[in-house]
């Protein structure tokens, strides 16, 4: 079965960085596109970034690009997701996602998405 186990996250102060890891398990993890999505107190899931199936093709959300950096480790099975200059409203539970059977590319798209982890919290306080 697919699981989907995100780590890493904390209460830090603004400016400071964080790094987000996804340990993934039953499945080919190498085959598969993935992304990181975040859910802040009262608002909708959001697209934070993603990465193609080898990791050479990468995407962000405006309000992390030049910020976050997503990356892939295919021999550890692992996602990462890089968080420089944090700030307040960066504040979420930020999950790992992966894309629906036999996709390789990445997306944007919460609905491109079939298999969620069950978050981790990110504080940034000022």
């Known amino acids: 079965q697919v699981q989907l186990v995100e780590s890493g996250g904390g209460l830090v102060q603004v400016g400071a960085s964080l790094r987000l890891s996804c340990a993934a398990s039953g499945f080919i993890f190498s085959n598969y596109a993935m992304g990181w999505f975040r859910q802040a107190p009262g608002k909708e899931r959001e697209f934070v970034g993603a990465i193609s199936w080898i990791g050479g093709y990468t995407s962000y959300a405006d309000s992390v690009k030049g910020r976050f950096t997503i990356s892939r480790d295919n021999i550890k099975n692992t996602l990462y997701l890089q968080m420089n200059s944090l700030k307040p409203e960066d504040t979420a539970v930020y999950y790992c996602?992966?894309?629906?059977?036999?996709?390789?590319?990445?997306?944007?798209?919460?609905?491109?998405?079939?298999?969620w982890g069950q978050g981790t919290q990110v504080t940034v306080s000022s």
């Open positions: 996602a992966r894309r629906t059977s036999r996709s390789t590319v990445s997306s944007a798209a919460i609905t491109a998405y079939s298999d």
